[in-house]
């Protein structure tokens, strides 16, 4: 074993492995797919350029579905044995998910270690999540993941042993009651994050519901990874969250107050959607998704620099998620952002194709104005006119409506406050007990 000498003066041993030349991504992926349509793999290349893998080839089979034992059919897998050589590749990685099945027989056809897409995914979210929330989501996402592989590693040693004769009358073979006890483990753990996530969300619905209780109007932010719905946040409503051409970059949910009019309003940034999303993520995030299920408002927020076949796709795949978390039907508006990087024609076809939608820059501030005088239209629409009177002990609730109503006319009389206001209709009930005569609509 070579020994040499590291620039610190320490001696240390290199094993087998060559020393690295400089640039060279340590993990080198070949993608693969096979999908009804030809592909060009840009959304995988995105996801692995995020979990830092360098891409060295694609190879897109066009099949009606994935062969049920190898993901390619056996023929496809002999022709990208040289390429993959020939690129130098060392991990393959699959555009969809693979049953532990299709893995286990690409690995050993192939000689490479083979992931699939969500492996990747949930490798990103693993990497991104910071909240006490989002880190036992993410585990239990994972963990899940990996107690379906290892039933497939089970059975598998299990035929092994059947096949050579390993363990015995009554006895087991070691290795499938290491599984065993691996899954027992795995199962435990399981339930204990169950238990500890119980516990963190009805935190969370506490303090939702003091939110609540302070009703004021919500608007939150839904779309697909990396449309900018963070930086859309930070620009109408002044805060610093972060913002990275990365995909899945906010994971937790961000409520900030945005000013409109006078008016104060919640705003929540949420976590980003992505076409194929593991359905391990999609229940582990459905409760953080709960904001957007609670919002009176949604801001579908798009990446409209993207041709238009994929803004569709990207948009119906936040749709499909937002009606599988149950997602009712309040009201939305269709943002279509990043409009400075469109040139005259594209804008007069997105104006013809999503005539109702918002175009507008966050990064430019083009089209922000319109937008929020439509988000304040949209609360207008539902607006009550209201005449309370508030005895002068109750400062709070002046203060309240105050902040709720913008303007507001009052005038003192020896019972208390008159007070006459337009507010959110939803808003206007929680203030019957002071009304005057009865409320006019
Ligand atoms: N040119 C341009 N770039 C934008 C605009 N809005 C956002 N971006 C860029 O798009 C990338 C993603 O922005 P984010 O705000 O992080 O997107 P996101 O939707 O929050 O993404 P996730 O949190 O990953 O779901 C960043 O590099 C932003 O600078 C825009 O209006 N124009
Ligand atoms: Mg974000």
């Known amino acids: 074993m070579p020994v040499e000498k590291s620039r610190d003066g320490r001696k240390t041993q290199t094993r087998y492995a060559p020393p690295e030349s400089p640039g060279r991504a340590k993990q080198r992926a070949f993608m693969v797919a096979a999908a009804p349509q030809a592909d060009d793999l840009a ?85 991104h999540a910071h909240s006490a929330e989002g880190k036992l989501q993410v585990e239990l996402a994972q963990l899940e993941y990996n107690m379906a592989r290892m039933r497939g590693l089970w059975t598998h040693l299990e035929r092994l042993g059947a096949g050579r004769g390993v363990g015995g009358i009554g006895t087991r073979g070691p290795g499938e009651s290491q599984i065993e006890t691996d899954r027992r483990l795995a199962r435990d753990r399981i339930t204990s994050l169950r238990r500890r996530l119980d516990h963190v969300r009805s935190n969370r619905a506490v303090q939702r519901a003091e939110r ?134 594209r804008r007069h076809e997105l104006a013809f194709r999503h005539g109702d939608a918002s175009l507008v820059s966050a990064v430019t501030g083009e089209g922000l104005e319109a937008l929020q005088e439509r988000i304040a239209d949209e609360f207008e629409r539902q607006m009550r006119d209201v005449e309370l009177l508030v005895p002068f002990s109750e400062g709070g609730t002046i203060a309240e409506l105050h902040d709720l109503a913008g303007d507001l006319d009052r005038t003192d009389t020896p019972e208390g406050v008159l007070i006459t206001a337009r507010l959110p209709a939803v808003l206007a009930e929680r203030f019957d007990r002071y009304a005057v005569n009865g409320n006019s609509r």
Do not use: C, W
């Open 212 to 345: 609540e209780k302070a009703h004021l109007p919500s608007v939150a932010l839904a779309g697909y990874t990396n449309a900018g719905k963070s930086t859309l946040l930070n620009t109408l409503t002044g805060s610093e969250v972060g913002v990275r051409d990365r995909l899945f970059h906010t994971l937790d949910p961000t409520t900030r107050t945005l000013r409109l009019g006078g008016r104060t309003y919640l705003m929540t940034d949420t976590v980003g959607f992505i076409r194929k999303l593991p359905h391990q993520l999609v229940d582990a995030f459905a409760a953080t998704l709960e904001e957007t299920k609670r919002a009176d408002l949604l801001l579908h927020v798009v990446d409209a620099s993207a041709p238009e076949e994929e803004l569709l796709a990207m948009t119906r795949a936040v749709e499909d998620v937002l009606e599988e978390i149950g997602v009712g039907d309040q009201p939305r508006i269709l943002v279509l952002n990043k409009a400075d990087q469109l040139d005259d024609e």
């Open 43 to 127: 959304e995988l290349r995105e996801l692995l350029r995020t979990a830092g893998v360098a891409t060295v080839g694609e190879v897109v089979q066009v099949r009606d579905r994935p062969h049920a034992n190898l993901y390619l059919g056996p023929g496809k897998v002999d022709e990208i044995k040289p390429q993959l050589a020939a690129a130098d590749a060392n991990l393959v990685v699959a555009d969809d998910e693979l049953t532990p099945r299709q893995q286990r027989n690409l690995e050993a056809e192939l000689d490479l270690p083979v992931l699939d897409r969500t492996a990747v995914i949930l490798d990103i979210f693993a990497g």
